[in-house]
């Protein structure tokens, strides 16, 4: 989704009849073929439907997902599972200068490319380039010329300090070979189909319902990766993904499936992990003076809808029981805990504190009105809140609040809309209430949180596009100010004290109210590979659908026996 974070949406259900899954997947009779008998392959499927257009350019926003992190490797892999440092991939080392504005990187030895020639910083350095070269390119807003100072020795350096620059520069660029790239004519139109790179796996074959991976037979990493090829399919739907995983047609997957713990214990061969990182919130346009209008515009009203809410059964209707808390500060609580400046904002309420919430309105003038729903100066507290339709787990989300709030005194109206009607409305700041997650940023440092979401610098007026991120349309002086701080130092205690601030100034205003951090169910089979990420162990961020984490998962996983 344009502006939201990657959601994969839960299914209705598992098809009933696993010969459907059957049928389904002999549609892709004219993928491409296994390859040799006795050579290990598994199957993937990353949430594609229908037809599949090939693009494997590391540069586009439409490539093939795993063409970053499979098939092309950045410096270094930010793990977004586990609060933990950087890990060196096609560096080994790199260092600020003390002002911010000079990145120093050394690549690793010991590299070639997938068509054997030799990886060197003349490559790291030409990459970059391309980027701050080709504005189309340059998603990342990359200010930086590159310089190979040596055979392993890189030097960005940047027009003004930007140390937050940082994860998208060494976690999120895809290297490319200078000696294949220096002649493609159009790099942003490019398809790239015989890419050449240095991850674990290259593309051997492709068509428009599957595309075939084999591992590098130069790859850099000793003994690694051990599964010799992987097929990438497109189903009719997710449902069918489901019955085909049910079927043994698919290794890795992520989905929501209904009665999923009773799914394992008749499936030995299947196993899941839950890495919840996306926190399901009601955005809210909050600022009157933005353009937005409504009974939300008041902070009292945005208080008590985060107190009058029960959580817990939100979880257990829509969330399947496997949402974990979330945080109003916006931080996930189990993962990143260290940032959460004050321990009594570690984790929202687990259920409706409705006494607290009455007291918040009738301080704030909010009156019990004849029918129940209160109201002030004439107006009824009466909010609408959009979601998608289709998106199961928030239209129930939506029906359980509509009852919980009534309680309190609030008329909650859900409406169902189009996926591009709801991010039009979202983006310009046309709604009230509006059912969305927030989470995988660049890193897990906050300050890429609370400057996309929450700093003035990342919103507009209420008619204008905030495709920058701050669809509250949130402002706040202390808060800017605060990030200012944060993002113009490496020195994590001043970030630590800068969020703190940030955080009792969101505690208190609440433009983005948080329900809990969703659940992010994977499903693997592990009849044809064994080492997947686990609850206990969760290496890596399992989703089928995460680029760069899929290449750490596709080298550690090794054959079953």
């Given at each position: ?291 937005c209008e409504g009974p939300q515009t008041d902070a009292a009203v945005r208080q008590a809808l985060y107190y009058g809410i029960d959580r817990e059964q939100l979880n257990n209707l829509a969330g399947g029981g496997f949402a974990s808390p ?202 044809n590979a064994v080492g997947w990420p686990s609850n206990d162990d969760p290496y890596a961020l399992a989703a089928a659908w995460k680029s760069w984490d899929n290449g750490v998962i596709l080298k550690t996983i090794t054959p079953a026996e």
């Open positions: 989704m344009s502006l939201k974070s990657p959601r994969r949406r839960r299914t209705v259900g598992v098809v009933g009849s696993l010969a459907a899954a059957a049928l389904l997947l002999s549609a892709c009779s004219s993928s491409p073929e296994s390859g040799e008998a006795g050579e290990s392959t598994i199957t993937v499927f990353n949430g594609s439907t229908g037809t599949i257009t090939e693009n494997f350019n590391p540069f586009s926003s439409t490539a093939l997902q795993p063409t970053n992190g499979v098939v092309f490797e950045s410096l270094y892999w930010y793990n977004a599972a586990q609060d933990e440092d950087p890990v060196p991939v096609l560096a080994t080392a790199f260092e600020w200068n003390e002002e911010g504005t000079e990145l120093t990187i050394t690549t690793r030895e010991g590299v070639t490319w997938s068509d054997g020639e030799d990886f060197t910083a003349e490559d790291v350095a030409f990459t970059f380039n391309l980027v701050a070269e080709t504005p189309e390119l340059n998603t990342t807003g990359l200010s930086a010329v590159a310089e190979a100072t040596d055979e392993n020795t890189v030097v960005l350096t940047f027009e003004e300090q930007s140390f937050m620059q940082e994860p998208s520069v060494l976690g999120n660029r895809g290297i490319v070979p200078e000696h294949i790239w220096k002649d493609v004519a159009d790099p942003i139109t490019e398809v790239n189909s015989s890419p050449v790179g240095t991850g674990p796996y290259t593309v051997e074959s492709f068509s428009p319902q599957s595309y075939l991976l084999t591992k590098n037979e130069n790859y850099w990493e000793e003994g690694k990766p051990a599964i010799d090829q992987v097929r990438y399919i497109s189903l009719e739907n997710a449902d069918s993904a489901s019955a085909a995983l049910l079927a043994g047609d698919i290794d890795w997957m992520s989905s929501f499936l209904p009665g999923l713990e009773q799914l394992l214990a008749d499936n030995e061969q299947l196993s899941y992990v839950n890495t919840p990182a996306l926190t399901t919130s009601i955005f809210t346009c909050s600022n009157p003076e933005l353009g979330a945080s109003p500060t916006m931080i996930l609580p189990e993962r990143d805990a260290r940032w959460i400046g004050d321990s009594a904002n570690s984790e929202v309420p687990s259920g409706a504190e409705v006494d607290q919430a009455e007291q918040i309105l009738e301080d704030a003038g909010w009156t019990e009105g004849s029918d129940g729903i209160r109201e002030k100066d004439g107006e009824r507290l009466s909010l609408t809140i959009q979601t998608v339709s289709g998106w199961s787990d928030y239209i129930s989300l939506n029906d359980a609040m509509t009852q919980q709030l009534a309680e309190i005194g609030v008329e909650l109206n859900p409406v169902q809309l189009s996926w591009n009607e709801w991010n039009n409305n979202q983006t310009l700041g046309q709604f009230q209430l509006s059912l969305d997650s927030i989470g995988l940023q660049p890193s897990n440092n906050p300050y890429f949180t609370y400057n996309r979401w929450y700093a003035s610098t990342q919103t507009v007026p209420v008619g204008e596009s905030a495709s920058a991120g701050n669809a509250a349309r949130y402002s706040n002086p202390i808060v800017d100010e605060a990030v200012l701080t944060a993002g113009a130092t490496s020195d994590e205690a001043v970030q630590a004290e800068q969020y703190a601030i940030i955080q009792g100034e969101i505690v208190r205003d609440m433009p983005y109210i948080p329900i809990y951090v969703n659940s992010m169910l994977t499903e693997f089979s592990t009849e």
